[in-house]
């Protein structure tokens, strides 16, 4: 079977960060398990809900083992950010020169 596709029927999805993932991933649950609450999900559900359940644990439990950046904002940290941007303005001179040749 051969299948097309047109733009209308396309679909694109957002990037996601980690605690909108999950935040995701919970209302789809909450969702799934409410509707499963007034009768029976079909079957073509019931896998994909545990695929995405066992998914959702496993997101869970790297988040938490992920170490938070610190929050500080020394003057080291500015100081260098101020350098990057000075070097990137720099690049950014050059190569308007270079394009008005």
Do not use: C, N
């Not at 649950?29 to 019931?46: C, K, Q």
């Not at 997101?59 to 350098?83: G, I, M, N, Y």
Request: glycine share 4%; net charge neutral.
């Amino acid at each position: 079977m051969t299948r097309t596709y047109d733009a209308a029927e396309l679909v694109t999805l957002p990037r996601l960060d980690v605690s909108t993932a999950l935040s995701l991933a919970t209302q789809v649950v909450a969702a799934a398990e409410e509707e499963a609450r007034s009768g029976p999900l079909p079957p073509s559900l019931t896998k994909p809900l545990g695929r995405l359940k066992a998914a959702h644990a496993d997101l869970e439990k790297a988040a938490v083992r992920q170490t938070p950046l610190p929050r500080e904002d020394s003057e080291r940290a500015r100081e260098a950010d101020r350098r990057l941007d000075s070097g990137w303005a720099g690049v950014h001179m050059i190569a308007q020169g270079h394009l008005r040749f």
